[in-house]
């Protein structure tokens, strides 16, 4: 769970449009059961990238020249709604992205990403319809993220700001894991859980 | 606890959320304490992560595990299990139980069953309680009046080495549904109609609580159905006050507090953590339940809903053009025309059974209309019971024998075609009426096409290879 640190950076980014997209599409349960060491970027988008042969869908947005080398992604709404696969987090991070942008996020998605040193960002509708239009008409077309300044700039040099919580946007900043300084409170959980007992009578 | 006046009204979302806070962060997370953790043939990389760092489960007492998602429903040994990857899956779970005291349902265990049947069947979960586990669906349990949800197996890395969580307290919203069901309606039509209204992003970042007469008239089967859908309106959970048909349920069962002093206390405390009556919601909601009609998906969003009565929409109708395009996309994934009347399109798939409704009640239910029935010619029918003691129970009262003789396949307990992750799936292009959660593109197989509905809904399109509206087959009562 070693996360990379995050610094600002400027890459091209993918247009995902739909709304609620989920994470059956981000990553098909067929391949939940494959080790985490071998990476999930190769079944990103799976049934949508690939037919039933495993061909390259030419349709696919993704296998476009102008977007295989794209590293931030953006979407739309209730994007990676449903199932809490974190493999959906996995997939999108192994495939080489740093970022991804929508309106909204499902829930255990957004939290799972911050906890891979996958950026989520949230923008207005307005300004993901925006990018995805500017990305749609311009394949390879870069967008910049600087964290520290909590900016992205979009292709055309519009500045969006977005919020993050500081400890979250700490832990990316530095490549922290959360579960160390959590490791850091065991007293107060341990004190945390006699005095629980306690309150509940289920000790002397 | 001291008895003064509270300062503040709370909400039951408040209540549960005071007593299990630890301590809050600079940036306002919350360290959460986490009550009951329960774990499935899905955890190898967690403990894979909690094993690279060198740490064991903090508390293994009150973690609980039972293989569901990668078990086969046509038999019960492991060994047998033909993919190396999923029985690896099975086999990790079992040797980590086995190496840390975790107590484990293991595959041969009657008890074994889908991880959110067997939580609230054993009372392992009970109201006040703080429960997760890596699955979207520990929604459910909200229905004992519990604060429960899915977390990522990185966060379950977390609870297993620290039986805790950082989480942002979530908004509340109070969904009210007032009145009596209409003949034939169920629990399932309750979410589905609650999903239609709100839309599947209409709960994100809230923790819904379920009220009003028409959920307090609901059994706890029909409660655990209606909160395991929360997922599917954004929700990050959803809770319903535990009253006497909670306590009732919750009596007696194994891991429940024993009766006498232990249980009089429970009970003491659980009562206070309902909702006060002047607490203030962020969101309220009301629905009117005489107005909800069986309802059915005909698409691959948990927006696309309608009555059985009613027919495939029509794209062109909708209100703005991603609605529109999303519509257009999954009508040709689904093989469907706009103005096709709902009842019209037949089936090739039944699948009874998941988190969502394989109780012992889904199934009776299920029963009632199969009875004196067969499956329709073509027509390929499961029941998948939820836990093997609702199994043994549905044998005990000849359910059993009414599905067989109908032609239905009577299969062992687990996930099943749900998700397909045992490798049960519904064929490409097939279609499925299924009382499972998700009509998402591919859940139930590649290319396969998902009809939601009740358990009862589903058994109605068995008998007559078509979705039907089950009003017209129930007599009555």
Redesign the interface.
């Known amino acids: 769970m070693t996360v990379e640190p995050f610094e600002t950076f400027r890459a091209p980014a993918l247009p995902f449009a739909g709304i609620n997209v989920d994470t059956d599409q981000i990553l098909p349960a067929r391949f939940l059961s494959k080790p985490r060491a071998g990476g999930f970027g190769q079944y990103l988008f799976h049934d949508l990238r690939f037919d039933e042969n495993g061909v390259e869908r030419e349709g696919f947005v993704l296998n476009q020249p102008g977007y295989r080398k794209t590293r931030i992604l953006v979407g739309e709404e209730n994007f990676a709604c449903g199932s809490s696969r974190e493999n959906a987090v996995w997939a999108i991070a192994d495939y080489g992205y740093r970022v991804v942008v929508a309106s909204s996020f499902g829930d255990i998605f957004f939290s799972n990403s911050l906890k891979n040193g996958l950026l989520p960002v949230v923008l207005p509708a307005e300004a993901t319809t925006a990018l995805i239009a500017t990305l749609s008409r311009e394949p390879g077309a870069m967008i910049e993220v600087d964290l520290e300044a909590q900016t992205l700039t979009s292709p055309e040099g519009v500045v969006y700001s977005f919020d993050i919580d500081p400890f979250s946007k700490h832990c990316l900043l530095k490549g922290i894991d959360e579960l160390d300084y959590t490791l850091s409170q065991m007293d107060r959980i341990d004190e945390f859980e006699r005095r629980r007992a306690e309150s509940q009578g289920l000790s002397a | ?1 001291s008895s003064g006046p509270r300062p503040v009204a709370m909400t039951m979302l408040d209540k549960i959320w005071a ?1 299990h806070s ?2 809050e ?5 919350t ?1 959460l ?1 986490v009550d009951r953790h329960l774990i499935h043939d ?1 955890y190898a ?1 967690a403990f ?2 909690l094993q ?2 060198q740490l064991r489960p903090r508390s293994p007492q009150q973690t609980f595990g039972t293989p569901d ?2 078990v086969p429903t046509d038999g019960r040994i492991v060994e047998r299990i033909a ?1 190396a ?2 029985r ?2 099975v086999k990790s779970l079992v040797e980590n139980a086995n190496d840390y005291g975790i107590t484990l349902f293991e595959l041969s265990d009657r008890r074994q069953g889908i991880v959110h049947v067997i939580g609230p069947e054993q009372g392992i979960s009970q109201p006040g309680m703080t429960i997760v586990c ?3 669906h520990t929604s459910t349990h909200g229905a004992l009046g519990a604060l429960a949800f ?6 379950a ?2 609870v297993l ?4 969580l ?1 989480q ?1 307290k ?1 908004k509340s919203m109070r969904i009210s549904v007032e009145g009596e069901l209409g003949f034939g309606v169920t629990a399932k039509d309750i979410i589905l109609a609650i999903i239609r209204k709100i839309g ?2 209409g709960a ?2 809230h923790v819904i609580e379920y009220a009003g007469s028409t959920i307090r008239g609901l059994s706890m089967e029909g409660r655990l159905t209606i909160c395991n859908m929360s ?2 309106a ?1 929700a ?1 959970a959803g809770m319903i006050a535990p009253d006497e048909t909670t306590y009732a349920y919750v009596k007696g069962r194994n891991y429940a507090p024993a009766e006498g002093e232990a249980w009089d ?1 429970a009970v003491a ?1 659980w009562s206070r953590i309902t909702t006060d009556p002047d607490a203030v919601f962020d969101r309220e909601v009301t629905l009117d339940a005489g107005e909800i009609a069986p309802m059915v998906t005909w698409g691959t ?1 948990l ?1 696309d809903v309608a009555p059985i009565d009613g027919n495939v929409p029509d794209p062109e109708a909708a209100a703005t053009v ?1 609605r529109r ?2 519509m257009s996309k999954a009508l040709a994934y689904m093989g469907l025309s706009p103005g096709t009347p709902l009842a019209e399109i037949s089936v090739d798939r039944v699948f009874i059974g998941s988190c969502t409704n394989g109780r012992i009640e889904d199934l009776r239910s299920a029963a009632a209309v199969v009875k004196g029935r067969s499956v329709h010619p073509g027509v390929e029918a499961w029941v998948v019971p939820g836990s093997g003691l609702v199994k043994e129970q549905a044998e005990a009262e000849g359910l059993d024998g009414i599905f067989l003789e109908a032609g239905f396949q009577w299969r062992e307990a687990g996930c099943s075609l749900c ?3 045992n490798g049960e799936t519904v064929a ?1 292009g097939a279609r499925c009426a299924s009382t499972s959660n ?1 009509n ?4 139930q197989g ?2 396969a096409r998902t009809h939601l509905m009740s358990p009862s809904m589903a058994a109605a399109a068995a008998v007559t290879g078509r979705l039907t509206d089950v009003r017209q087959l129930q007599t009555g009562e």
């Open positions: 606890m007593q630890i301590l962060r600079a940036d306002g997370q360290l304490y899905g990389p894979e992560f690279a760092r998602h990668y993919s990857e999923r690896d899956m890596a699955d979207s899915g977390v990522g197996m990185t966060q890395t977390q080495a620290t039986q805790t950082w942002r979530p599947p992003a994100v970042g997922i599917e954004g990050r206390r405390n969003s927006e991603e395009d999303g998700l397909g992750t490409a998700r998402f593109v591919g859940r590649r290319g």
